[in-house]
């Protein structure tokens, strides 16, 4: 009967072991998959930031350009308007001045 159950536990620790064994090597198998997709995240995910710095560089640029063109078209818009008034004032400086001379 000892011997039996001593059997058994040899047994059971044989199996124990295999187990064992057969774990660790699925761990190792598991670890070196996920170490494959972190590598591979970390590849895509350095391409997408690349991807989204050029991205966002030319937006900026973009945006900065259309300001800049709205800014000088607003600018000359105003500097005209500006002219234009000092312009009339002057005909009318002018008419007067030469009316003065004339008489």
């Known amino acids: 009967m000892e011997n039996t159950i ?9 199996e ?7 774990s660790e090597a699925r761990a190792r198998v598991l670890l070196a998959e996920a170490e494959d997709r972190a590598s591979e ?16 560089v030319q937006e900026a640029e973009t945006q900065a350009s259309a ?5 000088l078209s607003l600018a000359a818009k105003e500097a005209k308007e500006y002219a234009d008034g ?15 001379i004339v008489k």
């Open 6 to 14: 001593i059997g058994e536990i040899a047994k059971a620790e044989e």
């Open 16 to 22: 124990g072991a295999r187990r064992k064994e057969e």
């Open 41 to 56: 995240i970390l590849k895509n995910a350095e391409t997408d930031c690349a991807m989204l710095r050029v991205n966002g």
């Open 67 to 71: 300001a800049y063109e709205r800014t």
């Open 86 to 100: 000092i312009l009339a004032r002057t005909e009318v400086y002018v008419a007067e001045i030469v009316g003065r």
